[in-house]
């Protein structure tokens, strides 16, 4: 399974940016769908995750401004990120998870697959 994440860009602080991450088989099931993200010199950081039923969780950096959402008939998850800020900068990764989740600490081990990133950047 490949996913392929888009949407980034070149923004002004206050902007908007709609991510997309789909994957090339839609006959694929994942549990859960998330989007990490890291910045120059920085460790990747997870920002938001969504479950199947659409259970979503969010960083405390991006709560209130970001929004995670999935078509599950599409195999695709979305970021729709709104005031952004330039410490928003940073590649955007896709990821998703197949396997049963045991554990409610989500690390990157919890996911399978990971997108190639794409750059945000956010300038003032």
């Known amino acids: 399974v490949q996913l392929q994440a888009s949407g980034g860009g070149l923004v002004q602080a206050g902007g908007s940016l709609r991510l997309s991450c789909a994957a090339s088989?839609?006959?694929?099931?994942?549990?859960?769908m998330g989007w990490y993200r890291q910045a120059p010199g920085k460790q990747r950081e997870l920002v938001a995750t969504?479950?199947?039923?659409?259970?979503?969780n969010y960083s405390d950096s991006v709560k209130g401004r970001f929004t995670i959402s999935r078509d599950n008939a599409k195999n695709t998850v979305y970021l729709q990120m709104n005031s952004l800020r330039p410490e928003d900068t940073a590649l955007y990764y896709c990821?998703?998870?197949?396997?049963?989740?045991?554990?409610?600490?989500?690390?990157?081990?919890?996911?399978?697959?990971w997108g190639q990133g794409t750059l945000v950047t956010v300038f003032s």
């Open positions: 990821a998703s998870n197949t396997t049963p989740i045991t554990s409610p600490n989500i690390t990157r081990n919890t996911f399978d697959y």
């Open positions: 088989r839609s006959s694929d099931r994942f549990n859960l």
């Open positions: 969504i479950s199947e039923g659409g259970n979503m």
